[in-house]
């Protein structure tokens, strides 16, 4: 039995340890896409595009992405 728990044990922590390995990408993956998007609108700007003309790439809580225009 005590080894059945042990196993179980062993995978929850891999499990644990995935899951902040995966936090941690993720919060990279945003700041990299912050940083694009105030690129993007520093870009448009200069050439004379209002960035409420613009489409806006939003992140939904599941971590898809959505294409959202104001036009």
């Known amino acids: 039995m005590q080894a ?4 179980k044990q062993k995978i929850i922590e891999a499990q ?3 899951i902040s390995s ?3 990408a993720n ?5 990299a ?6 690129r993007y ?6 050439n004379g595009l209002s960035p409420s003309n613009t489409s806006s790439l939003q992140i939904t809580e599941n971590g898809e992405f959505r294409n959202s ?3």
């Not at 059945?4 to 196993?7: L, M, P």
């Not at 609108?41 to 200069?46: D, L």
Request: aromatic letters at 0%; a positive charge; one cysteine or more.
């Open 4 to 7: 059945v728990v042990d196993s």
């Open 16 to 18: 644990e340890k995935r």
């Open 22 to 24: 995966l936090d941690a």
């Open 27 to 31: 919060s990279r993956l945003m700041a």
């Open 33 to 38: 896409l912050t940083q694009l998007k105030e």
């Open 41 to 46: 609108a520093v870009t448009s700007q200069r």
């Open 69 to 71: 225009g104001n036009c």
